[in-house]
C-alpha cells in the first residue's frame, strides 16, 4: 500500500520515492548503491525529525487526523489480550463508532472502550467514521456502571471528528446521551484512565474523556469544534482553518498548560503513524504508569480528585 503523505512532508515524499527507485535500481543491477541508499535514508530521517519537530496548529490538526494511526481495534490488539467485545446499549441499538468491552491489560481486568473510525471504504462505513450516536454513549454509561459493579478500571481511546449530528441522532436524543456518559464519567467510582490518541471533537470525545486521569499523543489534538468548523461560525470563512486552529490552542502543548490534559506521550519521529508498534507500546506505557499512581484509592478520594482535576481547568491561561 502507498504510503500517505501530507502537504508538509512533500520534500520527504520526493527523497523517499528517489529512494525506492534507487532500491529497485540496485536490485536490478546486482547492487552497488548500497551506500547511497543509507545516506539518502538518514537524509530523509533528518527531513522528518525536523519537519515533526516543527509542527504549526494546522499541520498537528492533520497528522491527528492521518488515515494511518493506530485505531482503536489496534490498541486492542496491541495491549489488550483475551478481548471481549460488549454490544448494544440495550434500549435501542449496537454502535460500532464506539466499541467496549472486557479484556486484561498487562494482566489487570479492564473495561476498556474507545472510538473507532475504521480503515477502508467497508470498516469506515460500519463504524460511521468514527460519528457515535446515542446509543454509542448509552452502550458507554452500561461499560462504565459494568466498572463500577466489578471494580474494574477503565480505559478509554479518544479519536472523533464529534459526535453525529443527523436527524436521527438529535431525535434520539444525542445531547442527552453524552450528557449522561459524561456524568457518569465524572462520579464513576473507579479509576479512568483516557487517552486522546488522534482527534478529540466537541462532546463526541468528552463523553469518554472525562477520567481520573487524561492522557494525549504528542500530534494529537482536543477541541470544542474542528477548525473547519470555528472558521465558519466565527468569522464565516473569512479566515483559514489554520488561523483557527492556533487561535483555539487544540494542541497538546497548549493544553497542558490550560491543564485540559495531564500528560504528553511523545510519538515515535514522523508520527504515530509512521511507527504505530512503538506509538502503542508508549501509550500502554503511560496508561500502567497512571493506573498504578491511581491503586489503592477509595471511591470518594477518587472522585475528589476527579473533581478537583476538573474544576483546575483554565485557572492558568497561556499567556
Known sequence: MAAHYLEFERPIADLEAKIEE????????????????????????????????????????????????????????????EFQELRGDRKFADDQAIMGGLGRFRGRPVVVMGHEKGRDTVTRVKHNFGYARP?????????????????????SFVDTPAAYPGMASEERGVAEAIARSTEKALMLEVPMVAVVTGEGGSGGALGIACGSRVLILEHA?????????????????????????????????????????????PEPAGGAHSDPEAAMAAVGDAVEEELKGLDGLSAEELKAKRAERFYAIGRSGIQ
Open 221 to 265: 489534538i482536543y477541541s470544542v469544534i474542528p477548525p473547519e468548523g470555528a472558521n465558519s461560525i466565527l468569522w464565516r470563512g473569512a479566515r483559514t482553518p489554520g488561523e483557527a486552529a492556533k487561535a483555539m490552542k487544540i494542541t497538546a502543548q497548549d493544553l497542558v498548560k490550560l491543564k485540559i490534559v495531564d500528560r504528553i506521550i
Open 135 to 155: 446509543e454509542g454513549y448509552r452502550k458507554a454509561v452500561r461499560l462504565f456502571e459494568l466498572a463500577e459493579r466489578f471494580k474494574l478500571p477503565v480505559i
Open 22 to 81: 534507487l532500491s529497485k535500481l540496485s536490485e536490478t543491477a546486482g547492487g552497488g548503491s548500497d551506500e547511497e541508499l543509507e545516506s539518502l535514508r538518514a537524509r530523509a530521517q533528518e527531513l522528518r525529525i525536523e519537519a515533526y519537530s516543527n509542527l504549526d496548529a494546522w499541520q498537528k490538526t492533520q497528522v491527528a487526523r492521518h488515515p494511518d494511526r493506530p485505531h482503536f481495534v489496534d490498541y486492542v490488539g496491541a495491549l489488550i489480550d
